[in-house]
C-alpha cells in the first residue's frame, strides 16, 4: 500500500486549502482511507475517512462543517477540502488507510507521508 499526500501550505486565518492523496498497492473496495493530522506538541489525531466502496464518511467533531473528504475512482485519489480554517488547523496531515472502520479512526495500519498545513491569525 502506497499513499502520498500534497497539497499542505500556509494560509490566513479563514482561508481553504485542499489536500490530495494519491494511491496504489491495495484492492481499494476493501479498504477505508482518511486523514490524520498532528499538531506541534501533540499527539495525532484522526480528522476524517471515507470508505472507498461506499463513500460513507466520517469526520472529528473538530472539524465537522469544515472539512470534505471524498475521493475520485478513476485517479485513485483522495481529497479533503478544508474551509474557514483556524490555527489550531496547523498540523503536520497524513494520509491513511486501513481494512477496519475502527481502525482508520484510531490508529490506521497504512501512513503515508505527511504534509504540512500552517494557518496564521
Known amino acids: 500500500v502506497q499513499l502520498q499526500a500534497f497539497g499542505g501550505g500556509s494560509v490566513q486565518a479563514g482561508g481553504s486549502l485542499r489536500l490530495s492523496c494519491t494511491t496504489s498497492?491495495?484492492?481499494?473496495?476493501?479498504?477505508?482511507i482518511g486523514w490524520f493530522r498532528q499538531a506541534p506538541g501533540k499527539e495525532r489525531e484522526f480528522v476524517a475517512s471515507?470508505?472507498?466502496?461506499?463513500?460513507?464518511?466520517n469526520y472529528a467533531d473538530s472539524v465537522k462543517e469544515r472539512f470534505t473528504i471524498s475521493r475520485d475512482h478513476g485517479k485513485k485519489t483522495m481529497y479533503l477540502e478544508m474551509n474557514s480554517l483556524k490555527p489550531e488547523d496547523t498540523a503536520v496531515y497524513y494520509c491513511?488507510?486501513?481494512?477496519?472502520?475502527?481502525?482508520?479512526?484510531?490508529?490506521?495500519?497504512?501512513w503515508g507521508q505527511g504534509t504540512l498545513v500552517t494557518v496564521s491569525s
Open positions: 471515507i470508505k472507498w466502496s461506499d463513500g460513507s464518511i
Open positions: 498497492g491495495f484492492t481499494f473496495d476493501d479498504y477505508y
Open positions: 491513511v488507510a486501513d481494512r477496519l472502520e475502527y481502525m482508520i479512526r484510531i490508529s490506521p495500519e497504512y
